[in-house]
DNA sequence: TGCCAGGTTTACGTGAACGTAAAGGTAAAC
DNA sequence: GTTTACCTTTACGTTCACGTAAACCTGGCA
């Protein structure tokens, strides 16, 4: 299975390339995760890649849906919290009792991530301090080694 | 065993009481944890409680430490370096090579902060979008019920 | 005196998110 | 034609961070 993108194509169309696939192992080069994880991912339902053959397949999309995933992953979220949000994206069958659930989960996780950027926030001026302390020694060492 | 700063105790020193100790029970309410988890915490090397008969007695300071822990957490780190940062910072042996290991240990810990500080601001404007869409289609279901 | 609310240790169980073989298919390359 | 580089499924193993149960101790109080 090669790479049906790898610009040795023809020089013909550079820009509106508008179905760009994936390979499993290339996906995986480029976001640096696993190909056991994005199979992983799949399996819990958060991406549903069209098959070639028995090979799977990735579009632009499930490519930005496994950076979404990555990302939910970053900032704490589980798979399942992830998938939630997804299918509530999803669900274009937008009745007012999903748009609600929505509503909820996103003022929860606003809240989640404003009490996250008050922990960095902290932490960050902690690390200032920890590190001018280090050079403040680092340099008394020095100092003293010079003499 | 009662708590030893009860303010039952009397209404002599309410200002200069920098002895103050907590059971397992108080702090695992006061800060939203299991005891089972500060006992796990411990176990791992990450609190130090003194002791008084067979209970654990934690000051001021452990308190401290515990919240470090949870915001660690919160901020994504394993206990395990969260740890290491604890040990890197309280050894007041510092080599050249520890104060070395703590640069380099917080320049590490502040790209990652960087990228979720980014990831934050993304999702917070999605999220914005994503709400303002739903009460966009709310409104339109009220405005239709109302006719 | 008896009991209860807290504390303790020991130890096995659990869920999430994968890691790691094992065994095999397939297509291009040599 | 066979090696190589990917891909596949199935399935058991693993790490982290605890949960949970059992069995015990211990000070205060009704």
Chains 1, 2 share one sequence.
Do not use: W
């Not at 998938?83 to 069958?93: A, E, M, P, R, V």
């Not at 609600?100 to 200032?128: G, H, S, V, W």
Request: aromatic share 6%.
């Amino acid at each position: 299975m090669k790479d049906n993108h790898s610009d040795t194509s023809t020089f013909a169309d550079s820009t509106l390339n508008s179905d760009v696939t994936y390979s499993i192992g290339e996906l995986s080069k480029d976001l640096d995760v696993t190909p056991r994880s994005i199979r992983f991912y799949e399996e819990q339902g958060l991406l549903a890649p069209k098959r070639v053959g028995q090979s799977r397949v990735y579009s632009k999309k499930d490519r930005v849906r496994l950076k979404l995933v990555l990302r939910g992953k970053r900032l704490g979220f589980s798979l399942s919290e992830t998938k939630t949000l997804f299918n509530l994206y999803d669900s274009h069958t937008n009745s007012k009792i999903q748009l609600q659930a929505m509503l909820e989960m996103t003022e929860q996780k606003r809240a989640i991530l404003n009490q996250q950027l008050e922990d960095i926030r902290m932490l960050m001026t902690e690390l200032d301090d920890v590190e001018s302390r280090c050079r403040d020694e680092l340099d008394q060492i020095n100092k003293g080694k010079s003499e």
